[in-house]
């Protein structure tokens, strides 16, 4: 309701299992899926793997819904594919503004959120190991490239980049396109977990 409600925006379908996602948006082709991780069968990580996966659904963007405080499987649907989460008690107006984010292109929701969540789960025990080809890939970004990449992982917009940097908001969308393209990464999400697994970015770590 509240989505047919907004202007611009529509229900192309819903789902009430991750097999059910998947098969809706190979034949709703929806700009954007809201996938809640823990379903019935196949679950929303699952889920999101495949949409990410089919060359088809390039162009579909995944939001994952998540308890934020006690679903540890966030990072495990960003890796899959997820651009980005939303928290399950989110504001309604925060859900559309966040749709249309997506939508137009900025793939990361909530980036300092995500990064706080990525961060911690990094702090964990037992925390993933980081993969060889993210640290080679890593290798390739110049120095300013990875100055970029780490204030991405902290949280900032192109805009707050640029300002940082005493760049142009076109430039550091221009930088930031480059590193996507280097690290073979999907949207800013990606880019985030990459400098947190490389080690470009330490949790708890924090931008003055």
Do not use: W
Not at 95 to 124: E, F, Y
Not at 156 to 178: E, F, Y
Not at 192 to 203: C, K, N, R, T
């Amino acid at each position: 309701m509240l989505i047919d409600s907004a202007p611009g925006l529509t229900v192309a379908g819903e789902a009430a299992t991750g097999r059910e996602a998947v098969a809706l948006a190979r034949s709703a082709r929806a700009d954007v899926v809201v996938m809640d991780i823990r379903m019935p069968g196949m679950d929303g990580i699952e889920a999101t793997r495949q949409i990410a996966a089919d060359e088809d659904l390039a162009g579909v963007r995944v939001l994952v819904l998540t308890t934020y405080d006690t679903d540890e499987h966030v990072l495990a649907a960003l890796r899959a594919g997820a651009s980005g989460f939303l928290v399950k008690d989110t504001r309604p107006a925060e859900l559309l503004a966040a749709i249309r984010t997506v939508a137009a292109g900025d793939a990361l929701l909530s980036p300092g959120p995500t990064a706080r969540l990525i961060a911690r789960v990094l702090r964990a025990p037992e925390p993933p190991a980081p993969g060889r080809e993210v640290a080679a890939a890593l290798e390739r970004l110049t120095d300013r490239e990875r100055q970029v990449l780490a204030l991405v992982a902290r949280g900032c917009t192109n805009t707050g980049i640029a300002g940082l940097l005493g760049l142009s908001p076109l430039t550091a969308k221009t930088h930031v396109s480059r590193i996507m393209g280097k690290l073979g990464a999907r949207d800013r999400a990606q880019l985030v977990i990459a400098a947190y697994e490389s080690g470009l970015v330490v949790p708890g770590d924090r931008e003055d």
